[in-house]
Nanobody
Framework: QVQLVESGGGLVQAGRSLRLSCAAS?????????MAWYRQAPGKQRELLAT???????NYPNSVKGRFTISRNNANRTVYLQMNSLRPEDTAIYYC????????????WGQGTQVTVSS
């Protein structure tokens, strides 16, 4: 029904920037609600990084506030995560999550994209 395709991950040096994209595919009649980005490093719990509501309201934890920015383009049904001043501890698999409100209230996860920050 809905498939999320992530892109933009890779290997970067500390202090550099990276932008992740998550494009949603499916029926043009699907209405998307909140969108979010998460990450999970080996042996650690999945961490919420950023959320953005259908109205464009954003929220971030202190760990990434001021460095990461979430945005969305409703026309092409894509959510982005701009990551600046990357640190080695940012190394993880990054996942996008998208909620729908029509035709049903559901949540979908992307396949994950690896981000590796070297020192």
């Amino acid at each position: 029904q809905v498939q999320l395709v992530e892109s933009g991950g890779g290997l970067v040096q500390a202090g550099r920037s990276l932008r992740l994209s998550c494009a949603a595919s499916g029926s043009i009649f699907i209405v998307f609600n909140d969108m979010a980005w998460y990450r999970q490093a080996p042996g650690k719990q999945r961490e919420l990084l950023a959320t953005i509501t259908s109205a464009g309201t954003t929220n971030y934890p202190n760990s990434v506030k001021g460095r990461f920015t979430i945005s969305r383009n409703n026309a092409n049904r894509t959510v982005y995560l701009q990551m600046n001043s990357l640190r080695p501890e940012d190394t993880a698999i990054y996942y996008c999550k998208v909620d729908t409100s029509y035709p049903a209230w559901e949540s979908y996860w992307g396949q994950g994209t690896q981000v590796t920050v070297s020192s």
